[in-house]
């Protein structure tokens, strides 16, 4: 048996850890938008373009939360991908996402905004 032409599985294993590192390294800044309530969110969710960036929808002290994770070379555009709409609806806040995810509850883990706009349709 020749092992020359067969790597082992650690060495596989250490070539996905560096594939993955180099994905899961890439830099985003994250943004926390504080909502009155979820009319807010589902007219956001309509005006905003599609695809849009990863978001989180956190229900917290009866307030909604929108967390987007804008990627970094694109954050000092962040007005140009949404944010001057989303302001529209709602206001920036300070809170962290760390806390709101412990103590509020996660309506929407991932791709809010699409989810959001799936599931409620605006009537005109």
């Known amino acids: ?14 070539l996905v ?3 993955t590192e180099t994905v899961s390294h890439k830099p985003y800044y994250s943004c926390v938008y504080k ?6 969110v589902i ?12 978001s ?3 229900r917290y002290h009866n307030f909604y939360y929108l967390s987007v994770m804008y ?3 694109r954050m000092i555009r962040r007005y140009d991908w949404g ?6 609806y709602g206001e920036r806040t300070n809170e962290s996402i760390y806390r709101l995810e412990e103590y509020g ?6 791709n809010a905004i699409a989810t959001v706009r799936d599931y409620f349709h605006i009537l005109d």
């Open 1 to 14: 048996m020749n092992h020359d032409m067969h790597s082992s599985k650690l060495e596989q294993r250490h």
């Open 17 to 19: 850890n560096q594939q």
């Open 35 to 40: 909502f009155r309530d979820i009319e807010d």
């Open 43 to 54: 007219n956001l969710a309509h005006r905003l373009p599609l695809p849009f960036f990863n």
């Open 56 to 58: 989180k929808l956190i």
């Open 71 to 73: 990627p970094q070379e």
């Open 83 to 88: 944010e001057s709409i989303i302001l529209e």
């Open 105 to 110: 509850k996660v309506i929407l883990a991932e």
